[in-house]
């Protein structure tokens, strides 16, 4: 399946780096690898509810974006071609709005830069004063 991220821990490693930027407005990042696959599902919409940028590949997983808050934003990876189907991004649209989503079609292993840039991006644009 292309549903798993090949180069999961160099993403990981980037993306951890988004602690460190600078936002305009200001804003604390706190970057948190979750496996959902370990998590009892309590946790798991417990993570959601305080998600403010999701970033997964194309898969069921990204379901656990209906428990996210009304600011919240979607990054859907596309990885190897897979998802051509716009579950997600409808889904998005329907709660929320279309400029709080966006799908990456990448190859895998998964542009790391172009990644960081992309959420670095999602992460500007969250209204932090609304929930």
């Known amino acids: 399946l292309g549903r798993v991220v090949k180069n999961d821990e160099e993403v ?3 993306l951890q780096e988004l602690d460190g930027q600078h936002y305009s407005p ?3 990042v706190v970057f948190q690898p979750k496996d959902y696959n370990v998590l009892p599902l309590t946790e798991q919409i417990a993570n959601d509810i305080i998600t ?3 970033v997964g ?3 069921a ?3 656990h974006s209906v428990f996210m808050s009304d600011r919240a934003m979607l990054i859907e990876l596309g ?3 897979s998802g ?3 579950h997600f991004e409808n889904l998005q649209k329907w709660r929320r709005s279309d400029q709080q989503y966006v799908r990456i079609n990448a190859k ?3 542009d790391v830069n172009q990644l960081f840039d992309k959420v670095k991006e999602m992460v500007g644009k969250v209204d932090i004063t609304s929930y």
Do not use: W
């Open 12 to 14: 990981t490693r980037k």
């Open 26 to 28: 200001p804003r604390r």
């Open 52 to 54: 403010d940028v999701m």
């Open 57 to 59: 590949p194309h898969g």
């Open 61 to 63: 997983g990204l379901m």
């Open 79 to 81: 990885i190897d071609g």
């Open 84 to 86: 051509g189907l716009k």
């Open 108 to 110: 895998n292993p998964v």
